[in-house]
């Protein structure tokens, strides 16, 4: 399965700041997906990340707040902006890479103060 | 839309005890896949298991086994021989047909008594 480099591991950022996370895949992959899990919740996509097309959004979440870039087959970013403390999550990057499969990022521990 | 329920937040196993996870799901498709994940303390999504549902075999993984219910629309995972590193949220998953995104249940923890 494919290896992910997910970074920063954790950031403490202030409010009305932005934080970009990059996730680095060692194989070309298709699809990417970002998602956000809220402490003590379960994992909520974000959106889907497709090479050379705009990233589709999940009902909740707009380009403004979370956009995403993802230049090539291998790599993806995603910005939270205009943080605020309810953005303080863990977001995790994930590519379909097996046969109906999935790795996940070692996540980003973001808090905002 | 497609749900996963996990009526258990939280559960908990004598070591070496077979301890049981419920999943349930709704959906209207009928070729789809479901996943069971563990996330441990250091984050990390680690695939535990995978089962096809046009497969009737209920998967297996070692010293972790699903049964998978079609009809009822039951997806439970089952851990025998517990060890203390199978203290972690789990979380079952489905995988749209469309779109191939996964959509998680609310996890449950378990935890592992010596």
């Known amino acids: 399965s494919a290896v992910i480099s997910q970074k920063p591991s954790r950031d403490i950022c202030q409010r009305g700041t932005s934080l970009t996370i990059q996730c680095q895949v060692d194989?070309?992959?298709?699809?990417m997906f970002w998602y956000r899990q809220q402490p003590g919740q379960s994992l909520t996509l974000i959106a889907t990340a497709n090479q050379g097309s705009e990233a589709t959004y999940e009902s909740g979440f707009v380009i403004d707040k979370f956009p995403i870039s993802r230049p090539n087959l291998t790599f993806s970013t995603l910005t939270v902006s205009n943080l605020s403390p309810e953005d303080s999550s863990i977001y995790l990057c994930?590519?379909?890479?097996?046969?109906?499969?999935?790795?996940f990022g070692s996540g980003t521990r973001l808090t905002v103060v | 839309a497609q749900t996963v329920t996990q009526s258990q937040p939280e559960m908990s196993v004598q070591e070496a005890e077979t301890v049981t996870l419920s999943c349930t799901y709704d959906?209207?498709?009928?070729?789809?896949?479901l996943f069971w994940y563990k996330q441990p303390p250091s984050r990390q999504m680690i695939l535990v298991i995978r089962q096809e549902a046009y497969k009737q075999q209920n998967a297996t993984e070692n010293r972790f086994s699903v049964n998978f219910q079609k009809a009822a629309k039951s997806f439970s995972l089952k851990i025998s021989d517990s060890q203390l590193g199978d203290a972690a949220m789990y979380f079952c998953?489905?995988?749209?047909?469309?779109?191939?995104?996964?959509?998680f249940g609310q996890g449950t923890e378990l935890s592992v008594k010596p």
């Open positions: 959906t209207s498709e009928s070729d789809y896949y």
């Open positions: 194989s070309q992959v298709t699809m």
């Open positions: 994930s590519v379909a890479d097996q046969p109906y499969g999935y790795t």
């Open positions: 998953a489905y995988r749209t047909p469309q779109g191939g995104k996964l959509i």
